[in-house]
């Protein structure tokens, strides 16, 4: 039977970096938080067009331990680090950054590789004008790397709790949702201006502002969020989630280009955002029709009919979730939810062209072995894939999955189940 993968505890986690701060950083760190990945449910290459997504946190999550220093230094470790370089077993190397000297991506000065992520967050905290010290940091996560899974807004996010607790930025309660989308928009602008991804803001907001027990509906336009109660289990339904190893990444072209054309189509259609071609196609006062007869462009066309029809998706299945709450989402209710994640996952590969067979595969095989709906999840180009399922079957999807993946001669997928867990927070 396909294992899934368990997330760490707060005791496992803690106790993890604990060591590794021990063993690579020296004595003790000033405490230890802990931020989670996330899958989205629905509203895919949304965030950067002003429009809705639907996320939730995972249970799995990134953990560290983190101590203030009375210089302008950063001192960081990672145990993923050691493991990709093969250095397991011996001592981690350290990696040293000078935060007065952090640059943008492709400049002279910026940071190689992950220390990008929490060098990031300081500068943009130090550039809104937050007192974070230099400080010293201990990563390790259970959230797999290039899944599609937000492993580096989960390292971002961490880090940005653990500087507001050392740094007393008091932005970081637990429910400060105005304090948490300050500290979600620095760690945006890390991401996008320091580690070089021109991403969107939802994997930032899934981290820092979700709820235990609900997805959180983000309307990218204005930063608002409505929490949306999501208990599958009292429907004996489950969320499996799809890795398939087929690596994920978003600094490179393709994103970007996606990105490009979204704006360029809405500035051929004379609209700020696609949000607002989206709105007026709600409103009724156009048509899909009407506006794709108005762009030139083949590439365009399929990129807006992708993304506003994603958020009309969005729209619907929180409907859905909203009339058929918690165990009432059987039959009718379910069937729709359903259909819903597989028409987004057809609109992703056929029109935004952003799926791989490793995705087609593992949303094909999913419904084949009675998924109610399945899609891909997050950007794309390889990653995860999530399937709505009967919890009771949830292992006969996986295996099913597992099975189609050997006999395409793809890599092992794996495999966890996205309960809808809690932000970012200190751990014990
Ligand atoms: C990635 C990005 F980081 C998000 O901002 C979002 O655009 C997503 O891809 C696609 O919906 O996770």
Redesign the pocket.
């Known amino acids: 039977m396909s294992a899934l993968l368990p997330a760490w505890t707060d005791a496992e986690g803690a106790a993890r970096v604990r060591a590794l701060f021990a063993d690579a950083l020296g004595g003790e760190p000033d405490g230890v938080w802990a931020a989670p990945g996330r899958v ?1 449910l629905i ?6 067009n002003d429009g809705l ?1 639907l996320p939730l946190a995972l249970p799995h999550r990134t953990f560290v331990a983190l101590r203030a220093r009375p210089d302008r230094t950063a001192r960081l470790v990672s145990a993923q680090e050691g493991a990709a370089s093969g250095a397991a077993g011996g001592r981690r190397a350290v990696r040293e950054v000078d935060l007065d000297g952090v640059a943008p991506a492709g400049s002279a000065g910026a940071v190689d590789g992950w220390p990008a992520y929490p060098a990031g967050v300081a500068w943009a905290l130090a550039g809104d004008g937050h007192p974070v010290p230099g400080f010293d940091v201990a990563v390790d996560s259970c959230v797999p790397y290039g899944a ?1 899974l ?1 492993s580096s ?1 989960a390292i971002e996010c961490a880090v940005a709790v653990a500087l507001d607790g050392v740094g007393g930025l008091g932005l970081a309660g637990p429910d400060d949702d105005a304090g948490r989308a300050r500290l979600a928009a620095a760690c945006v602008r890390a991401e996008n201006e320091v580690a070089g ?1 021109p ?5 930032q907001a899934a981290s820092l502002r979700c709820r235990s027990g609900h997805a959180l509906l983000l309307d990218t336009s204005d930063g608002s969020v409505t929490q949306i109660p999501f208990d599958l289990a009292a429907a004996g339904l489950a969320l499996l989630v799809v890795d398939t190893r087929a690596e994920h990444r ?1 600094v490179d072209g393709q ?1 970007a280009r996606r990105r490009e054309v979204c704006e360029s189509a809405a500035a051929a259609l004379g609209v700020a955002s696609l949000r607002v071609v989206a709105d007026a196609l709600a409103a009724g006062t156009t048509t899909l029709t009407e506006v794709l007869d108005r762009l030139a462009d083949d590439e365009q066309r399929r990129r807006v009919r992708h993304v506003v029809t994603e958020i009309e998706r969005v729209r619907a299945l929180v409907d859905v979730l909203s009339a058929a709450p918690g165990a009432a989402l059987t039959g009718t209710a379910l069937a729709e939810a359903g259909a819903l994640l597989d028409g987004s996952h057809a609109s992703l590969a056929e029109d935004y062209e952003v799926s791989c067979d490793e995705l087609d595969l593992a949303v094909t095989a999913a419904r084949a072995a009675g998924a109610h709906g399945a899609r891909m999840t ?3 180009f390889g990653g995860s894939a999530i399937a709505l399922v009967d919890a009771a079957s949830a292992a006969e999807v996986a295996d099913a999955v597992e099975r189609a993946f050997a006999a395409a001669g793809f890599a092992r997928p794996e495999f966890l189940v996205a309960e809808p867990a809690g932000a970012a927070a200190p751990v014990g």
């Open positions: 989205n509203g895919e290459h949304t965030d950067y997504c599609g937000s807004a991804a991403t969107g803001g939802m994997d978003l994103y997050g950007g794309g």
